[in-house]
């Protein structure tokens, strides 16, 4: 078991690296960025302003352009100022990253400047020959190197960039810097994770626990007016998305036309800190049957179908007929014998249905306003906040992958035929 669990993390590699290497070209690729968008954002101010401003220039479409220099430090600051190759390597952490980033212009004949860095220190860069230089400070342990990354031929000025190096990526567990929010995006995932776990462990077990019993009964009674009528309803479920349910929900009982029986979304209440504990009970609860249904609608329908037909095949099968002709009661060779080996098919899609509830719902999340980390990815989409969604995949695929082998291990947990060999 050992062996087998360990090929399994070491198969989760270059699962994972395949997951985010095509989701990290796609993101390169795909037009409309954080870049465009802010250079978009800087030449309407200016254009509004009715001025071009400072170095820059009117393009022969009437659209003013940005200065080298600016664009030049928004390409900087979204780490786009790299090769995708190189870009991928350092969110990583196996590249080398630029930090604390300063820029000093040196003008045509001057060959030595500070940069302060606080009230006590501060370094000097010397630029002999067109080579910067920086002289170290004491007591620093990170060595300062500078390049010269734009030169102006008409003012003979120089651009020169002094910076440290440091490799922090996922495999140093540095997820990147929000766009956004300006945090951390580890801290903004932790911050949330909790909530969609709420949800998803919920839904998962109430998913089970309700169409596991379901899907017994439907087999047993099948061809029954149960069986038919309960059909009826699966199927109007599994045709139903989620997030649709959960508006049509909120119609009629958020207070909508209707009836006003649940908020209109939300983790919990705003004062829900100042409750009592049954209060505070009471209030959570509130505000966990809309979305629980609505996150557990698609998985409760195929989750009871998968239930019936694995337990109608398991009943037509020789092993059941010789029981019974020993004498076996119905109830033992149904739930002894029968249910176990149609647990089987439900064991297999366990980790793909604890990932996908641990990692939230965007859409869901979305209707109800939760801010779980399914509405934070939702909104980095939207805002292209891309260390965000990035951080949103690394979190999501490890939770499948490792679903994936717990679905494993509960399929060798109930078929005692399946060995870790």
């Given amino acids: 078991m050992t062996q087998y669990i360990l090929r399994r993390f070491l198969l989760m590699i270059p699962t994972f690296l395949g997951i985010t290497i095509l989701v990290f070209t796609i993101l390169q690729l795909v037009p409309g960025g954080p870049l465009e968008q802010e250079l978009l954002k800087a030449q309407a101010a ?24 600016s664009v030049q430090r928004l390409k900087e600051f979204y780490g786009l100022d790299k090769p995708g190759p190189v870009r991928y390597l350092i969110w990583l952490g196996i590249w080398p990253k630029e930090i604390n980033q300063y820029h000093l ?214 092993y059941v007929r010789t029981a019974f002709a020993k004498g076996l009661s119905e109830k033992r060779v149904v739930f002894y014998h029968t249910v176990r080996n149609s647990l089987i098919p439900l064991a297999t899609g366990i980790g793909g249905l604890l990932g996908v509830w641990l990692a939230g719902s965007y859409l869901i999340e979305r209707v109800f306003n939760i801010n779980g980390i399914g509405m934070l990815s939702y909104m980095a989409i939207i805002q292209r906040d891309y260390p965000v969604v990035m951080g949103f995949l690394v979190i999501g695929t490890i939770i499948r992958l490792i679903g994936n082998l717990i679905s494993d291990m509960a399929y060798a947990a109930i078929d005692p035929r399946i060995r870790f060999k």
């Fill in 46 to 69: 200016m254009m509004a302003g009715g001025e071009s401003g400072a170095g820059s220039s009117t393009s022969e479409t009437g659209m003013v352009e940005l200065p080298k220099e």
């Fill in 105 to 318: 212009k040196f003008e045509d004949g001057i060959t030595e400047k500070k940069q302060r860095l606080s009230r006590r220190s501060s370094l000097t860069v010397n630029l002999i020959n067109d080579v910067p230089s920086v002289v170290q400070l004491d007591g620093e342990k990170r060595k300062w190197k500078a390049k010269i990354i734009n030169t102006d031929d008409k003012n003979g000025e120089k651009d020169v960039k002094i910076y440290q190096t440091a490799f922090r990526g996922i495999f140093t567990g540095y997820l990147g810097k929000s766009y956004t929010y300006a945090e951390s995006v580890w801290t903004l995932i932790k911050e949330r994770l909790h909530i969609s776990a709420y949800f998803g462990l919920i839904s998962f077990f109430l998913s089970y626990m309700v169409c596991i019993p379901l899907g017994i009964t439907k087999a047993l009674k099948h061809g029954s007016k149960f069986d038919a009528a309960s059909s009826v309803i699966v199927f109007i479920g599994y045709s139903t998305p989620g997030f649709i349910l959960g508006a049509l929900l909120l119609v009629y009982f958020g207070g909508g036309s209707f009836w006003d029986v649940f908020p209109l979304g939300e983790f919990r209440s705003e004062d829900f800190e100042y409750f009592t504990f049954w209060e505070k009970v009471k209030d959570q609860l509130h505000h966990t049957i809309l979305p629980v249904i609505s996150y557990m609608v698609a998985a409760f329908a195929t989750l009871t179908v998968l239930m019936k037909n694995s337990l109608l095949e398991n009943l037509s099968q020789d």
